[in-house]
C-alpha cells in the first residue's frame, strides 16, 4: 500500500501535458487542389461555330418574346385582358375594389394602350371642336381626376370625370355596387361620393402644370420662365391660357367635368352648379349639369322643367362670365325613367336657354322583367348596362324629335358593339358613352366599338348617319 501511494505521489508531483496541449492553437490544415483540379479550372472550354450560333439564336429568341410579351400585354386588344385579368378581378375582389384598382393601374400608366389610329370616319365635329372619334368614357367611372390620361391611352375620343360636388362627401355606406354578371348589368348606390372641388381643382392643375413644363411647344426655358415669374401660377385663367391645345391637352379628344351637388344643400338650390362651373369651368372642355343620379334625394325634381330652365339659365350665366377666353359648352344629363311629356318638358326648357347639349341617359331606377340575376336586382340604386339601351334609345328619340336635331345630343346606356352605337347615331346621337360593358368586356372594348362602327358605315362617315331614322321617316 505505501509503494503503491508513494508512485502515485511522484507521477502528480510531475509537470502536466494536458494544458500545454489545451492552449496550444491547432495548425492549420490547407488542402490544395490536385493538379487535375487547377488544370480543369484554369483551362477554357472552347465554343463551336454550332454552339455559338445555338446561343445566339436563344438569347435573341428570349430578348424578342420578352418585347413581345410587354407589348402583347400593353395592347388593350390582347385577349388576355378580356379572358384571364378580368375574371380573375371579378373572382377575387368586390366590384368598388375591382374599380378602385382599375382606377390605380390607369393613373399609374401600367394599363392597357389604344395602340392603332382612329379612322377618319370616326371624326366628330361638335361645339367648334374636332375630335378622333365619338365613343367616351361616362361619368362616374372616375370620379376624382385621378386617372384622365389612362383612359385617353385607352383610345375614348372623350373622357367625362365626376360627378364632382363642392365639397368633399363619403356618399353611402358600402356595399354600394353590385354586379348582374348574367345580364352583364351593374347596379348603384355610391351616392356622389366626392373629393370635392378643392381637390379635383388641384389635380387638374398640376396635370396641366406637368405638360406646360413637358410638352410646351413654345420654347421649353420661356414656358420655365413663366411659370417661375408666378404669373402663369397667380390665376387659372392665365395658366389655361398657356395652352396651345384642348383642355384635354390631346388636339384631338376632349375633358368634360360633371357637376353634381352635396346631399347636404337644398333639393331646390343650385348654388352648387354655380359653384362647379366658377371653379372647374377653366379645367373642361364641356361642362355637364347632373340633374338625374338616383341616388341623391330630390337631384331628379330639378329636371321639371320650370326648376330645370332656372337652373340652366344660372350655370349659363356663370359659364359666360369666366374670364378665360374659351367658354366650354354646357351639357345637362337627363334620366331614362321620364315619361314622353317629362321629355317635352325637357326639351323646350333645353332650346329656351340654348343649351349646348343634352346627355342620355344616366342609369334607371326600374328592374326590367328580362333581367336574370332577380336576386341582386333587389339592390338599391342605380341600374346600368345593356337593359337601359331600349329605355334610353328611345327617350333619345323623343327629345331628337322634340328639338327637331338643333341640340346636340350624347347616347348612353348599354352600349358594348358598334352596331350598339350606330343605333345610337342613327336615333340622332352625335356621340356615345359607355361604361358598364368596359367592366365585362375588359380595356378592349373601346377599340372594338370603334373597328364595329367602321365596319358598319361601310364607306361613310360617322358625321353623315347622326339622326338618319328621324330624316327616312
Not at 487542389?33 to 480543369?40: G, V
Not at 328639338?403 to 358593339?417: H, Y
Amino acid at each position: 500500500m505505501n509503494v503503491f501511494t508513494s508512485v502515485l505521489r511522484q507521477q502528480l508531483q510531475k509537470p502536466s501535458a494536458l494544458p500545454r496541449t489545451l492552449v496550444q492553437r491547432a495548425p492549420t490544415t490547407i488542402v490544395r487542389p490536385t493538379s487535375a483540379i487547377r488544370h480543369y479550372a484554369t483551362v477554357r472550354k472552347e465554343h463551336t461555330p454550332a454552339s455559338r450560333t445555338i446561343n445566339f439564336i436563344l438569347g435573341t429568341s428570349i430578348v424578342v418574346a420578352g418585347v413581345v410579351g410587354i407589348s402583347y400585354g400593353f395592347d388593350s386588344r390582347a385577349s388576355i385582358h378580356k379572358y384571364v385579368f378580368l375574371p380573375l378581378l371579378h373572382w377575387t375582389m368586390d366590384p368598388e375594389t375591382a374599380h378602385q384598382v382599375g382606377i390605380k393601374l390607369l393613373k399609374t400608366g401600367l394599363s392597357p394602350r389604344d395602340t392603332q389610329e382612329d379612322d377618319p370616319s370616326l371624326e366628330v365635329k361638335l361645339w367648334n371642336k374636332t375630335f378622333s372619334n365619338p365613343v367616351g368614357m361616362a361619368a362616374g367611372f372616375d370620379k376624382h381626376a385621378e386617372a384622365v390620361d389612362g383612359l385617353f391611352d385607352l383610345g375614348f375620343g372623350y373622357v367625362e370625370i365626376g360627378s364632382v360636388t363642392p365639397l368633399p362627401q363619403a356618399g353611402n355606406p358600402q356595399p354600394r355596387m353590385f354586379r348582374l354578371p348574367d345580364d352583364k348589368c351593374v347596379i348603384n348606390r355610391y351616392g356622389f361620393n366626392s373629393d370635392g372641388h378643392k381637390v379635383v381643382e388641384a389635380r387638374l392643375r398640376q396635370r396641366i402644370k406637368r405638360f406646360l413644363f413637358k410638352n410646351a411647344r413654345e420654347d421649353k426655358q420661356a414656358t420655365l420662365e413663366k411659370l417661375k415669374d408666378g404669373g402663369a401660377l397667380s390665376s387659372t385663367e392665365s395658366l389655361v391660357d398657356l395652352l396651345s391645345t384642348n383642355r384635354s391637352l390631346r388636339d384631338d379628344r376632349l375633358l368634360a367635368v360633371n357637376l353634381g351637388k352635396n346631399k347636404a344643400s337644398t333639393p331646390d338650390s343650385v348654388q352648387d352648379y354655380v359653384i362647379g362651373v366658377e371653379q372647374l369651368g377653366p379645367y373642361a372642355d364641356v361642362l355637364v349639369v347632373n340633374v338625374s343620379s338616383p341616388n341623391t334625394p330630390g337631384l331628379r325634381s330639378l329636371q321639371r322643367k320650370g326648376m330645370l330652365e332656372d337652373l340652366l339659365r344660372q350655370v349659363i350665366q356663370a359659364r359666360d362670365r369666366l374670364q378665360s377666353s374659351y367658354k366650354p359648352p354646357l351639357l345637362v344629363k337627363i334620366a331614362p325613367d321620364l315619361s314622353d311629356e317629362e321629355l317635352e318638358d325637357v326639351s323646350e326648357a333645353a332650346l329656351a336657354t340654348h343649351i349646348d347639349g343634352i346627355i342620355i341617359s344616366n342609369t334607371t331606377i326600374s328592374r326590367p322583367n328580362s333581367l336574370i340575376n332577380k336576386e341582386t336586382a333587389k339592390e338599391v340604386g342605380g341600374l346600368s348596362g345593356p337593359v337601359v339601351k331600349p329605355l334610353a334609345l328611345k327617350a333619345l328619340r323623343q327629345v331628337y324629335k322634340f328639338t327637331d336635331g338643333k341640340i346636340p345630343l350624347v347616347g348612353c346606356g348599354g352600349i358594348a358593339t358598334g352596331e350598339d352605337a350606330l343605333e345610337y347615331a342613327r336615333a340622332g346621337a352625335s356621340m356615345v358613352q359607355l361604361y358598364s360593358s368596359m367592366a365585362y368586356e375588359g380595356p378592349g372594348v373601346v377599340r372594338a366599338v370603334k373597328d364595329g362602327i367602321v365596319k358598319g358605315l361601310n364607306g361613310r362617315k360617322w358625321m353623315d348617319i347622326v339622326g338618319e331614322d328621324a330624316k327616312t321617316k
